[in-house]
């Protein structure tokens, strides 16, 4: 059964730092390409980072040089370390695994920036 947990979301001042974690279960997970997305209220769902299997990153114009994704192939797990946070960093940021034409999301986790 494929399952991810995601953690590592939550409440943060502008300008400060989280770091998100997926952990993924029941996949090859060395084979998939691992994404973040993030979905704000009222707006569709948007590519945050990439990373592929062979480790090669992508990411957002708007995130570039704030954020960074990693991977470990061993623990299974994508990794999203955020920095220079904005108001309209807030969103559900939520972890994908694709593979050709097999796609798995993860439940959502909350990243809210305020004051």
């Known amino acids: 059964q494929v399952h991810f947990v995601e953690s590592g979301g939550g409440l943060v001042q502008p300008g400060g730092s989280l770091r998100l974690s997926c952990a993924a279960s029941?996949?090859?997970?060395?084979?998939?390409?691992m994404g973040w997305y993030r979905q704000a209220p009222g707006k569709q769902r948007e590519l945050v980072a990439t990373?592929?299997?062979?480790?090669?990153?992508n990411y957002a114009d708007s995130v570039k040089g704030r954020f960074t994704i990693s991977r470990d192939n061993v623990k299974y797990t994508v990794y999203l370390q955020m920095n220079s946070l904005k108001p309209e960093d807030t969103a559900v940021y939520y972890c994908?695994?694709?593979?050709?034409?097999?796609?798995?999301w993860g439940q959502g986790t909350q990243v809210t920036v305020t004051v």
């Open positions: 029941g996949i090859r997970f060395s084979i998939y390409d």
């Open positions: 994908n695994a694709l593979f050709v034409n097999t796609e798995y």
């Open positions: 990373i592929a299997r062979g480790g090669s990153t």
